[in-house]
């Protein structure tokens, strides 16, 4: 069972990049999955979610809506991060996350794959 993300790389702003998470070994249907990201001095933070309970469910942090989506492949093995206008405060490594709700609230995230390295230029 494996999370492996992919995409990164060195963009001007206003430039794109779309990263990918490929599952291996199980399929992301009944988990939520979650782009995150940690930029240099910052905290770590949920950019963009993604669940398929009851339909398609997607919800962004503020500072990336209209920006960035987040979608899943028809086998639910692949989840994309599509990254359009971005901006320097963007810079940060990327991981994705599979993990379950939590009864009480929340989600556990259970499996993580690496980082990959998103460095947007001025």
């Known amino acids: 069972v494996q999370l492996q993300a992919s995409g990164g790389g060195l963009v001007q702003a206003g430039g794109s990049l779309r990263l990918s998470c490929v599952a291996s070994?199980?399929?992301?249907?009944?988990?939520?999955i979650a782009w995150f990201r940690q930029g240099p001095g910052k905290e770590h933070e949920v950019v963009a979610t993604?669940?398929?309970?009851?339909?398609?469910?997607?919800d962004y942090a503020d500072s990336v809506k209209g920006r960035f989506t987040i979608s899943g492949d028809n086998a639910k093995t692949t989840v994309y991060l599509q990254m359009n206008s971005l901006k320097p405060e963007d810079t940060a490594v990327y991981y994705c996350?599979?993990?379950?709700?939590?009864?009480?609230?929340?989600?556990?995230?259970?499996?993580w794959g690496q980082g990959t390295q998103v460095t947007v230029s001025s």
């Open positions: 996350a599979a993990g379950v709700q939590r009864a009480s609230g929340g989600v556990q995230y259970l499996f």
């Open positions: 070994g199980f399929t992301l249907d009944t988990y939520v």
């Open positions: 993604i669940n398929w309970s009851g339909g398609t469910n997607t």
